[in-house]
């Protein structure tokens, strides 16, 4: 089975301030694993996404995320916080075997303070 | 490229309804995903759909269902509506492949009353 963790349902941060958003998955073997952000009354967009290869990723609007197998970890970072960047942001995991299914977590809901 | 396109974005309806969701994919994409998003239980899939055949499956109540057609449009049916099924209502699209990346409609908000 897989599940994702997300640590904390609601981050504030002060604008120009680093952003961290906390993900973990459990997974028995090496999963694909997502970012999504929602902006309200939006669907999800893609933010980034990690298949193979290198373990840090670089997405869209300044957002990077970081595998750590070891740690079973994906978290979301951002070095200086916009107030375009308040949404709820969505960890995910999947694996090819299981077809097209992925798993989300609870969400992050990000607010950027001025 | 045109993305993915769900109809309608808002609906009512009241208590013992039914309800038909659209969902029309990204072009070339074959596979349809749908989940339900409320904010006591998140993103909840329901069921994914390939090729007119559905493929996976969630944890929900026969009430839902769906179907994919030759073109790859998709749509999901609820009847015999509750208040518990007032949510958002996702449609994701992808190629089917190595690399699931799923993209994401508006949604339909549904309100039961």
């Known amino acids: 089975a897989q599940s994702v963790t997300q640590l904390g349902s609601h981050v504030s941060v002060s604008e120009g301030a680093l952003v961290l958003l906390r993900c973990n998955y459990s997974?028995?073997?090496?999963?694909?694993l997502f970012w999504y952000v929602q902006y309200p009354n939006q669907g999800l967009q893609l933010l980034l996404k990690?298949?193979?290869?290198?373990?840090l990723v670089k997405g869209i609007n300044g957002f990077e995320a970081e595998f750590k197998k070891s740690e079973t970890s994906f978290h979301l970072t951002k070095p200086s916080a916009h107030m375009s960047d308040a949404a709820e942001y969505f960890c995910a995991v999947s694996r090819v075997k299981t077809g097209n299914q992925f798993y989300f977590g609870t969400g992050t809901s990000l607010t950027v303070i001025p | 490229k045109a993305g993915v396109t769900q109809t309608p974005r808002y609906l009512i309806k009241t208590r013992g309804q039914q309800v038909t969701l659209s969902c029309s994919p990204i072009?070339?994409?074959?596979?349809v995903s749908w989940y339900q998003q409320t904010p006591g239980q998140g993103l909840q899939f329901l069921f994914e759909y390939f090729s007119e055949t559905q493929r996976n499956k969630g944890n929900f109540p026969g009430r839902f269902s769906g179907r994919q057609f030759s073109n790859s449009r998709s749509e999901m049916n609820v009847s015999t509506l509750e208040l518990g099924d007032s949510a958002l209502y996702l449609c994701?699209?992808?190629?089917?492949?190595?690399?699931?990346?799923?993209?994401f409609g508006a949604g339909t908000r549904l309100s039961v009353l």
């Open positions: 994701a699209s992808s190629l089917d492949g190595s690399l699931p990346i799923q993209y």
């Open positions: 072009s070339g994409h074959r596979s």
């Open positions: 997974s028995s073997v090496p999963p694909y």
């Open positions: 990690y298949t193979t290869g290198a373990t």
